[in-house]
């Protein structure tokens, strides 16, 4: 959803070019952010690699040669000069070893390097001066290193390439910055920052008036808080935060496609949040049933529904003998016929058990001509039974005094049922059994829920969306 300034159609390409201008700009400024904020760790690099880089930015930064290690590698190079004009075994010579010598100690016990933070790069020149030397201390390898017993043994050119090599670069590394009448480092990075900072503060005022024309109900501040994002932009710290405004207006002009993050980004938030929320309120709902279970409430609530408080009626039904009502009506009006057959071979079954037991049924099956007598009846009479006994139990119930003696049943049978289930053991007993089958399905609700359940309906509310916007 790419914000809009102007309301005109042909005024659509210019402001996709206008949104793309100010987005490569928000762009640049978080890289020169980026490079501000991590100028000093990388210093070490640029000033190997790109040593011109640290020539334009150092001053940024208030970095300075360092007076001490500076003076120690002039004295370097003015020995060099002088070896090549009069040998190192010239006067000149040993007086600028010497001088050397008590500049090295003197920069041992010093560490002009704390300043910077590179104490670590003093401890490598030490080491590298004491394995050149193969002596026991720095102190003893600078005072070996720079004699000219040592040199002319070992060689003047290749002991002066080592150190311009090896031991110039850590040296030359060394720096020192200025300080502030506040006490902090001197950082004159705000001036390269300012110019951005003015450009996306009136590209801010003027968005924020559009957005409150185009929505009088909104005040200013309201409609500053549309684009709140953009506020990290004009910030003159935390400036790191910039790369939120920026990736949405790169994502907005169409230049940072970040569809696929988001969508997946969605989709873990909504598996996390669907899990976490459902696991919830399915372990309330259940504990709520353990506690109404334990504290009785479930024996009031279905023999005495009029006690249920604060309980919400939907309507004036009893929902218990409604449903009670309604499954006797449904079996005998819809179960029963489809039933019969089978009724009457149970029938017919239980009266050829009860005859075979008589003499007189086993005698008639011996005479000839009515051995068949005994089934046709038994299964004439099943089946007058079973019609018999399904037309008078519909017609019973149909009658209003069956009604009503039904409906006195029903409830002399809830009352004996009541008091049946109050006695002790009784409860005990089941409300036992019914908290320990609801933690149990307490437990495999979870356990259903940590199992993908959730991301199965994820994935086909992911397929209905699709279709539906397909």
Known sequence: MTSKIGIRKSSVPRNRWFERLIAILALLNLCLVFFDLTYISWRDFYLQV???????????????????????????????EQVLQTGL??????????????????MIEDNPFDVANKSGTLAKIKNEIRLRTNAQSARDGFTIFWSQPYLSQRGWQSEINFFNSQIRPLINSNYYRDINRFGNFVNLFWLIDLPFVIIFALEFLARTFYISRRNPCLNWLEAMLRRWYDLFLLLPFWRWLRVIPVTIRLYQADLLNLEPLRSQLNYDFAVSFAEEITGMVGIQVIDQMQDAIRQGELVRWLFHPETRKPYIQVNETNEVKAIATRLVSVSLYDVLPQVQADIEVLMHHAIVSTLNESPLYQQIQNIPGLNHLPNQLTEKLARDLSQSASNNLIKVLSDSVTAKLTSRLITNFRDALEIELQKKHNIQEFQSLLIDMLEEIKINYVKGIADSGVEKILEEANQIHTIIHQ
């Open 50 to 80: 790109l040593p011109n880089v640290t020539q334009l930015y150092d001053p940024i930064k208030g970095i300075q040669p360092h007076p001490e290690t500076q003076n120690y590698l002039d004295k370097v190079t003015e020995l060099e």
């Open 89 to 106: 075994q010239s006067p000149q010579a040993e007086s600028l070893l010497r001088e050397l010598r008590l500049l090295s100690h003197r």
